[in-house]
């Protein structure tokens, strides 16, 4: 059994088969979602609907991003945050214009069921963001964290990559985990449209919702795969960009 984790998808459906194709992903793969599964290009509520049928295929774990909470606070409440209609969530409700509110609540609680982070037996944590504490993810004081912190991406690239871990300038923070896996912050922003690894954290948010590719990595070879440039599978969109 092999386990992968998987980027943002940002309403990008047409880019998710082609990287499990690619991978060659069997029933008996463990599938690591690590957020934002909407927002950005047209087909978010379709997505969602791909993955509840992919969870009953293959034993997956669903992160939430700061765009699927958005989304689930829209789907509760009818109201959208300024914020989020600016940044996807518009082309979000579009792509819910034919579904009824019974649809709508069935993705409501899929929403509701997906994990801030998860930790694997191996010790290996899978966060869509990051988190501040540094006695680790559990002991966070600020939950929303999980979804929207930078700062544990930007400590990971700022840090001198020939540090030892023994070392007491190594950042705490990464010290609690064997590897980190992190979504958020598109890899595309540092000229980079393939996963980056700092110090024992993986990017795998490789700018699908932009200009950039949806990626599928295996944690434990590294081999990672890529969709086609997610943008040129909706030329007649904007996405995010």
Known sequence: MR?????????????VPQVLKKAQITPNDTLIFLGD???????????????????????????????????????????????????????????????????????????????????????RLFIHAGFTSMHGVEKETFKLNYHFDRTL??????????????????PERFKHYSEIYIGHTPTIRYNSSTPINALNLWNIDTGAAFTGYLTIMDIDSKKFWQSDQVKTLYANEKGRN
């Open 153 to 170: 991406w930007e400590t990971a690239l700022a840090t001198d990559k020939n540090l030892s871990k023994k070392s007491e300038l190594y």
């Open 37 to 123: 599964y909407v927002d950005g290009w047209s087909e978010s509520a379709q997505v969602i609907d791909f993955l509840i049928e992919l969870n009953k295929k293959n034993q997956c774990i669903f992160i939430k991003g700061n765009h699927d909470l958005w989304c689930e606070d829209w789907l509760r409440t009818g109201e959208g945050e300024a914020i989020w209609l600016a940044h996807g969530g518009e082309e979000t409700k579009k792509s819910y214009e034919s579904y009824s509110e019974e649809q709508k609540q069935k993705h409501l609680v899929f929403f509701q069921q997906m994990k801030p982070y998860y930790i694997d037996d191996k010790n």
């Open 3 to 15: 386990t992968f984790v998987i980027g943002d998808i940002h309403g990008g459906l047409k880019a």
